[in-house]
Structures are given as structure tokens and as C-alpha cells.
């Protein structure tokens, strides 16, 4: 049984470079890549069992060197002129300057993410991108299993699909979240977790504020309408004093959540503030008790691309490099921007048990391979948060006294091959999905997201907290339904509960 589930978005020049296996710092790596042609399964199954980690193991010596030499073998042949001249740029420079994909220019790899998505003029969420969402919830106890309800679900998707292909001269995208599939229940489900929690930090004279909820990324904007639904109906005295703000980055989302504020099927909500601002430009400090919520948000956060000197362990971070023909380049220079450094120290700081890349092999094996002919003098790359992590430095200081309420992806299949961390890219070509091998990709036609490591997040997070601050911990989206949800609403005749059993590569960061 398969579920649509994933990101979509519609065809384009696919003009990537492929970056696999160790590099060499300041060496160029270029290849043409033809545009998508396979076609995958676009539906990977959400209720299917644990797939293989995003973390590939240490290789072992020998296929260690044999990467190395089938590498090398395949190395393409550069036809830019490498004397060029190429300005460094930033996301926010793009941003505020280019209504197109900027040429001849150097960029760490985390703005080219950032820009390729985030970008006003041609960022992938700043295009017609759209959520799915069913018109009204779906009655699940009607069907009689998950496959019935799944077969219902997906003629729906495919009729929403199916309009976005006819009109193709718009760039179209269709998601879904389980915010979406499982509405109302999965709002009220994080309603009824914040209301216990608020409760019981009232009880407990935590605090006597009123409840404050700060969500980010509200999409359509059904987990606000669900959650006050919730409070409203179940909690009229809270509801009362309740106050929502919603911060989302894209101004086409910002118009949408708005316009449902007013115009909701159920009456309005008076008590909504929705600022059109990413989170990661936030400044204001929040001093009272609040909860932050961000569901599947993390997952689009620019990620650093780092390497480490074979010998050394010295970290590179990687640079995109976009020449006058818009073909791409990754080179590696000494990690040195601010952000990735912190990253870089907070985690290298983490005590009981230390933390070590999975990209780094051991000291004694890296010896070992560099004694044998064509020794790498870089590792395998590792995607690494940086995003993330100022989100979660954001909340440290502008909200010292929230409880976060945080969900995304652990695993994805088709991840990009190679990396530690890597991400999902994809597009849509002819009706299927299409993953691809790189991240250097055209920008604004691609989805780019990424798999969260939750313990490791968390380890993070807590450290950017105020001393004092609540526990944090990871469950699974299980366990987060099985201790809130409305189980007789979301179960089918048969007993299978899409609220249980679906998105299982999902989890929760609660604090
Ligand atoms: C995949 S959608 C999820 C929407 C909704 N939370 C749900 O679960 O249905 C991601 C949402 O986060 C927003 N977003 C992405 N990056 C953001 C940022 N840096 N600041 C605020 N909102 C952001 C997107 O515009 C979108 O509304």
C-alpha cells in the first residue's frame, strides 16, 4: 500500500553536477548531467518498516580505495574558463538583487540551497506551490481499511495533480503533510499536547501566563485553525486569554493563512497575528511563556556541505561556484564562515558520549589508506544543519521561555547518493517525481529537503537553551499519537490507524 507523500514540482533543464566519493580541496569536479529520465516510484511508503540510516557506515580500506580509483576514472573534463572572474554573493545579496539565477558567481553551498529555494523571484517556495489539502477532513472510520482510505486519498491527489499538469506554464508543485491528510485530528492531537502541557506548568506555578503560540511555516494554515478549534471548543477559559502567531516565510502562504483566519468554516478566530518573515530573520525577544511550534519546516533549512582533510580532520566547507554558461562547480576551502564554524565547535563540544561524523573515519584508518597509491586528501561530504541550528539558537534567545513543539523527517528514500545527511532533490517530470544525484541543480525548479538527525538536534538544541530551561525529548510520531491523539476518530473498520501507522519516518522534538 503507498501513499503519495513527498514534495513535487515541475519539470526543468536539469543542468547538475555530480559530486560523489572523496575529493581534493580546490579541485574542480564538473560534470554534465542530462535531465531527469528515470522515473521512480514517486510513492514511497510511510508505513513501511525502518529503511537503510542516512548515515552510510565508515568504508572499509579496500572499497575505501576503490572508490577512490573508480572516482578518478570518471572524473569529468571542465570546459569553463576557470580564470573567470566570479564575485562572492550570499542568499540575502540574491535576494535583494536578482530577479534570475545569478551567473559567474561563488556562494557558500548553503545559499545556493537558500536561494534556490527561498529566492523572491525564482525560489522554489516563492513559485505556485501548493499543499494539499482535502476539502473537508476524512471520516475514517467510513473505510474499511488503510488501503481503502488510501485508494480514496490518492484518486483526490491524483485529480489535484492532474489540473496542475494542464497548466504547464507555471512551475507546479503539490505536497502533502500529515497536518493535511489527518486534519482535524492531527491539529487537535498537538492542541491537546499543548494544553496538558500549559496546564501543568500553570499547576505546577511554572508560570501563570496566558497560553502564547508562535508557529512556524503554517502552510495553508489548517494546524492553527485546528489547534484554536481545539482549545476553543475543549478549553474556553484558555482560549479566552489565547494569543496565535504565525510566522511563514512566503507571502502567497502569509495572504492564504490570513484570508482562512477571517473566512474559516468554523467562525472566526480573533486571537491570530500571522507575520510574513522567516524565522530565521527574527529578532524580537518573547519573555513570556510561549509554545513554538514548526511542523515539517526543518526540513527545508540550508544545509553546509563539509569535507575533512584526510590527515589533518580539518574541516572544508564547500562553495558553489556558477559559471557565465550556468553550469555548476563545488570547490572546498577552509571552513571559516561564522556559522558553519559555531556548528562545527557547538558540536564538537558535546561531552557523554562525544559526537564524530560519520563522514571522518577513524585517525588509525585514515593513516592506513593514506598509505596506498591515490589517497584522497579529503573525506566523503557531510550535509550539515546550519540553518537549523540558528533556528534553534533564535529560540534560545528571542524566546527563552518556550516549549517547542517540532516535527519532521528522520529518514527519506532517495536521498542523494554519497553524503552523510544528504537531501532529497527532486522535481517533477511528466506526471512521476524524479530524484537527482546532486544539489547543484537549476535553481528554483528543485525541491531540496533534508532528513533531521533528532538526537542530535536535541543534543543542540539543548545546549542553545537558557540554563533551567525544560527536558527535551525525541519520540516517534507513534508514541506522539499514542499519548494525544483521538484513536476511535482516526481508526478505519479493520483497526489500522493511519494516525499511527503513517509517516512513521517522522518524529517528534518536544521540549
Ligand atoms: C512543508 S510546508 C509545511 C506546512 C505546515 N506546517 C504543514 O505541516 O502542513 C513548510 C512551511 O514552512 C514555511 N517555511 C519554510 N521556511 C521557513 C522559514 N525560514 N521561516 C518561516 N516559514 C518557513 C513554508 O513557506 C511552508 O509554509
Given at each position: 500500500m503507498r501513499v503519495p507523500w513527498g514534495r513535487r514540482a515541475a519539470p526543468a533543464p536539469c543542468r547538475s553536477l555530480k559530486t560523489k566519493g572523496p575529493g581534493h580541496a580546490g579541485q574542480r569536479q564538473r560534470q554534465r548531467k542530462p535531465g531527469p529520465a528515470a522515473k521512480p516510484d514517486p510513492r514511497p511508503d510511510p508505513r513501511s518498516g525502518p529503511q537503510a540510516s542516512t548515515r552510510p557506515e565508515t568504508p572499509g580500506l579496500v572499497k575505501g580505495y576503490l572508490d577512490t580509483v573508480r572516482d578518478i576514472m570518471r572524473m569529468p573534463l571542465t570546459t569553463a574558463d576557470a580564470s573567470a572572474p566570479s564575485a562572492r554573493v550570499t542568499a540575502e545579496h540574491c535576494a535583494a538583487h536578482c530577479t534570475q539565477p545569478p551567473r559567474n558567481v561563488t556562494m557558500l553551498a548553503r545559499d545556493f540551497i537558500c536561494d534556490s529555494l527561498y529566492n523572491p523571484a525564482y525560489g522554489y517556495f516563492s513559485r505556485q506551490a501548493l499543499i494539499f489539502s482535502p476539502r473537508t477532513g476524512y471520516d475514517?472510520?467510513?473505510?474499511?481499511d488503510s488501503a481503502e482510505f488510501l485508494k480514496v486519498m490518492g484518486q483526490q491527489y491524483d485529480e489535484v495533480e492532474r489540473e496542475l499538469d494542464d497548466v504547464r506554464s507555471i512551475p507546479r508543485q503539490l505536497w502533502h503533510t500529515p497536518t493535511e491528510i489527518l486534519k482535524p485530528w492531527y491539529g487537535y492531537a498537538v492542541a491537546r499536547h499543548i494544553v496538558q502541557q500549559h496546564k501543568a506548568d500553570r499547576a505546577a506555578g511554572a508560570h501563570a501566563d496566558p497560553l502564547v503560540i508562535y508557529e512556524v511555516g503554517g502552510g495553508n494554515g489548517t494546524l492553527m485553525l485546528n489547534i484554536l478549534d481545539y482549545v476553543r471548543e475543549h478549553e474556553p477559559e484558555i482560549y479566552a486569554h489565547a494569543e496565535y502567531n504565525l510566522v511563514e516565510i512566503s507571502p502567497k502562504l502569509a495572504r492564504q493563512q490570513l484570508s482562512r483566519q477571517a473566512g474559516g468554516a468554523s467562525s472566526p478566530h480573533a486571537n491570530i497575528k500571522i507575520v510574513n518573515r522567516s524565522i530565521l530573520d527574527w529578532t524580537a525577544r518573547v519573555d513570556g511563556a510561549c509554545f513554538v511550534v514548526a511542523m515539517e519546516v526543518i526540513d527545508n533549512l540550508a544545509h553546509d556541505v563539509v569535507r575533512y582533510g584526510f590527515e589533518t580532520g580539518e574541516p572544508y566547507q564547500a562553495v558553489v561556484r556558477v559559471h557565465g554558461d550556468g553550469e555548476f562547480e563545488e570547490l572546498y576551502e577552509p571552513a571559516t564562515d561564522p556559522l558553519v564554524a559555531e556548528y562545527l565547535q557547538a558540536r564538537a563540544a558535546l561531552a557523554d558520549p562525544p559526537y564524530r561524523s560519520p563522514a571522518l573515519p577513524s585517525a588509525l584508518y585514515r593513516r592506513a589508506r593514506s598509505l596506498l597509491p591515490l589517497a584522497p586528501n579529503m573525506t566523503e561530504a557531510e550535509f550539515i544543519p546550519t540553518h537549523a541550528f540558528r533556528f534553534m539558537q533564535i529560540l534560545g534567545r528571542c524566546f527563552p521561555r518556550h516549549r517547542l513543539v517540532l516535527s519532521d523527517f528522520y529518514r527519506l528514500p532517495d536521498t542523494i547518493p554519497g553524503p552523510v545527511d544528504a537531501p532529497v532533490v527532486q522535481t517533477r517530470f511528466d506526471g512521476s517525481m524524479v530524484p537527482c544525484e546532486?544539489?547543484?541543480?537549476?535553481?528554483?525548479?528543485f525541491d531540496i529537503f533534508f532528513p533531521t538527525n533528532f538526537e542530535l538536534l536535541q543534543r543542540l538544541y539543548d545546549r542553545v537553551r537558557p540554563a533551567g530551561a525544560p527536558r527535551s525529548r525525541v519520540c516517534s510520531q507513534r508514541e506522539f499519537a499514542l499519548a494525544n491523539a483521538d484513536l476511535p476518530r482516526t481508526a478505519t473498520r479493520s483497526g489500522e490507524n493511519p494516525m499511527l501507522d503513517f509517516y512513521e519516518n517522522n518524529k517528534f522534538l518536544l521540549s
Open positions: 475514517f472510520p467510513r473505510f474499511r546532486t544539489y547543484l541543480v537549476q535553481p528554483g525548479w
